[in-house]
């Protein structure tokens, strides 16, 4: 017999949704059900690999969502992958578990957030991590760096290093290397300070030698529980609306959802929906719930019920692109380690720094006007600017890393993945159909000057970290470009021609439902419940008002730690 009827209703089984759901049963009278798109991948090889990574792309636990055309990035379509299936993205993630800045987590606050600021949220950080100490004799041969007064010990998600990086070999070279070009070592990248070269630890489950994934970490140990429920292979359609709205605020009643069978029902939330389906996914269930744009929403015949234009706008990612070398004399081809540096942008711009502050400066009444234009002045110039305002402070001011580094060895040559931090682009998402399928997706990918200069300047910084020494030594000629295709002094245009036609999507989009004031454009209020709603929440990446400097999950499990505590607390 099919139970109708629960406390809490979460969309979404993934990385944020399982915390949710997992923290909400612990009090054992409240009853949780989770409806999940995908299946459980506990035996996906695709999966479960620690050296895996990509092997599930193209999958069909793997969205591959498509964008538009790119109007400002080559005109190309991009992929921005997503995981389906129970544990969400993070089942087929990089598994890369670096946090954010201090001073960016605090602008959070400043915007207009009451209570979300590092120090909230970094004891969130902790009860989310179980963090795996390595043994010393490991810690000081590969020089692991870890402060463990930065890590949780006691929480479900099991983070430490792989078998590969406990046996590197290059760390000293690769941390003189940078010595050398300015970026200092950093002893623990998760302790809110993120500039320097570093090692980062993973989510990986070091004695098992499996990823760690949200539903390993957050719900197979309590699958028996009576009070959590999973449905697999299970879409929502949208959320339901009671008759007995209270005035002012729209009141869910529950969720449509179809099972594998094809068949169609409702079930019945008794206190709230927690919609956790991805930034990417999300927005579009609140538009076919109407909530949203009506201009988007009577497109598709869908009665608003909620006012809400800012809906899936603010869609904020970063661009990926990588630069190779081929190896001298096979040199340390057995490494299998990924070296990480963040750079601060005096140490991409050098004596240059203050010029190119100025200029960005003067830029971001611009840049607002432009993102406001092409996107209809949903989101106001006077707001964005406010928005790129903090972000000129971080990264100028504050000096938070503008770009991630990314350095390894794979067959036979070195590869550097590499991306800019914080872009000032802003897109969009929004449905194309009555359905999630067909959704209008658009980053706007190098849509500003910054966004490209910032893209090519780090690809300078990177051909000078090879001519440096001692990695100088251990690298012959550059086979991505290649000096033929863009020259040792090639200025940003023709960086430009390179990089756009090379790029593809980081995998970090948020902001699309942001949490921020209503005035401002938020979707969601401090308490993460939508606008105009009574009890409908937004908890993933979606309601994250800006990018952060650090890999997405880290920050987003807390986040949903967070919120699990407020909804507890309000209840
Ligand atoms: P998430 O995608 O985890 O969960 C959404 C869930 O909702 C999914 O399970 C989905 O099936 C379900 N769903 C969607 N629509 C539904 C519907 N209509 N009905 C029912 N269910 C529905 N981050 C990091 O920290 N380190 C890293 O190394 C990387 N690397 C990386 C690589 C790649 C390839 C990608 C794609 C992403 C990363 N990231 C990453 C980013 C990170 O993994 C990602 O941001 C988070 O996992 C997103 O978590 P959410 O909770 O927002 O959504």
Redesign the pocket.
Known sequence: TKETAYDYVV???????LVVAKRLSEDLSVSVLV????DSVFNNVNVTNPNG??LA?GTEI??AYQTVNQTYGGGLIQT???????????????????RAEISQIDAWEQVGNDGWNWDSLFPYYLKSEHFQVPDEERTVAAHLPFDKELHGLNGPLKTGWNYEQTNSSLTSTINSTFKAIGVPYNPDVNGGNMVGFSLYP??TDSTLHVRED?ARAYYFPYQNQTNLKVLLN????KITWSQNSKQNAATAEGVE?TSSDGTTSVVKANKEVIL???????P??LELSGIGNPAVLSKYDIETVVDLPTVGENLQDQMNNGLSFNAANGFSLADKTSYIAYPSVSHIYGNETLLVAENIKASLPEYAAQVAAVNGNVTRASDLLEFFQMQWDLIFTSQVPIAEVLVYIVNGVWTTEYWALLPFARGSIHIGSDS?ANAVINPNYFMLDWDLQEQAQTARFIRKMYATAPLAGMVLDETRPGLDTVSAAADDAEWAAWLKSAYR?N????GTAAMMPKEKGGVVDANLKVYGTSNVRV????VMPFQVC???????YAI?ERAADLIKKSA
């Open positions: 969309v979404g089984g993934g990385t944020s949704g409806i999940e798109a995908g990574y990509g792309f793997d969205y921005m992958r997503a995981g389906k299936a129970l544990g969400g993205t993070s089942t087929i993630n990089g598994m890369a578990y670096t993973f989510t949200a299970t879409k929502a359609n959802i956790s389906a991805g930034s990417l996914a999300s579009l269930l999630t999507s995998f970090h989009p948020v908890i993933d990446a979606s650090g890999h997405l999950v880290s920050t987003l949903a």
